[in-house]
């Protein structure tokens, strides 16, 4: 059973241009979490989602930032019109959801992202 | 919202010595309580876990205690090992319904050999 899969693991843009990163959450999940670390900080709380249903974005930017998972194919959060200040590691997790007995997440790597 | 407090922010332990973290919640709904290690570029991964209708869990060096009266929880890691050396993270969520983990700010802990 794979992990949680995010892809691209470290990606670059420039000033202006749009970032999109994907996670495909361990087979069976139903719910996806986005979350958002800078160098040497914490896990900040960015997107809850289930299949074609946002549950809870109150960690995300209102302007530029957006998430989704459809019925079929990954979750992906995606920046526009990035910023250096976007710049940080972007990690995705999975868990069972309501169907669980915990909510343990399971991580994937992470998605690095620079802005230059 | 639930909101999670942790400390120490940083801890240095010699080796062999106990490493104690603390964390605070505010939802008395939380139920489940994790805890994360994350080493230098990787993934944060659950080490142990607890849950309100228990007061203390062990796995063999690490130990978790839960008060639920005074919604405070702690990490403690006897004979401590270089290889502790790591972010860690505690959290808080209401497991089995709306699931949302919110995370304390992390401790990085260092272990002296």
């Known amino acids: 059973n794979a992990g949680v899969m995010q892809n691209p693991r470290h990606l670059v843009r420039r000033r202006g241009q749009e970032a999109r990163l994907r996670c495909s959450p361990m087979?069976?999940?139903?719910?996806v979490y986005w979350y958002r670390q800078l160098p040497e900080e914490g896990l900040k709380f960015m997107v809850y989602?289930?299949?074609?249903?946002?549950?809870?974005e109150s960690g995300m930017p209102k302007e530029r930032f957006s998430a989704e998972f459809p019925k079929e194919g990954p979750s992906i959060l995606r920046i526009q019109q990035v910023v250096r200040g976007d710049s940080a590691a972007y990690f995705c997790?999975?868990?069972?959801?309501?169907?669980?007995?915990?909510?343990?997440?399971?991580f994937g790597e992470g998605s690095r992202l620079t802005v230059l | 919202g639930e909101n999670v407090e942790q400390h120490p922010s940083t801890l240095s332990v010699q080796e062999g010595d106990s490493a104690v973290i603390k964390c605070t919640y505010s939802?008395?709904?939380?139920?489940?309580f994790p805890w994360y290690k994350q080493e230098l570029g990787k993934r944060p991964q659950l080490i142990i876990d607890?849950?309100?209708?228990?007061g203390e869990k062990k796995d063999q060096r690490i130990a978790v205690t839960l008060n639920k009266t005074a919604k405070h929880f702690s990490l403690h890691i006897t004979e401590t090992q270089p290889e502790d050396s790591a972010v860690y993270f505690c959290?808080?969520?209401?497991?089995?319904?709306?699931?949302?983990?919110?995370f304390g700010t992390g401790t990085k802990l260092q272990v002296i050999p």
């Open positions: 997790a999975s868990s069972l959801g309501q169907g669980g007995v915990t909510g343990e997440l399971f």
């Open positions: 087979k069976g999940h139903s719910h």
């Open positions: 989602l289930q299949k074609e249903n946002i549950i809870d």
């Open positions: 939802d008395s709904a939380s139920n489940y």
């Open positions: 607890i849950r309100s209708n228990v």
């Open positions: 959290a808080a969520s209401r497991a089995g319904g709306y699931q949302k983990v919110t």
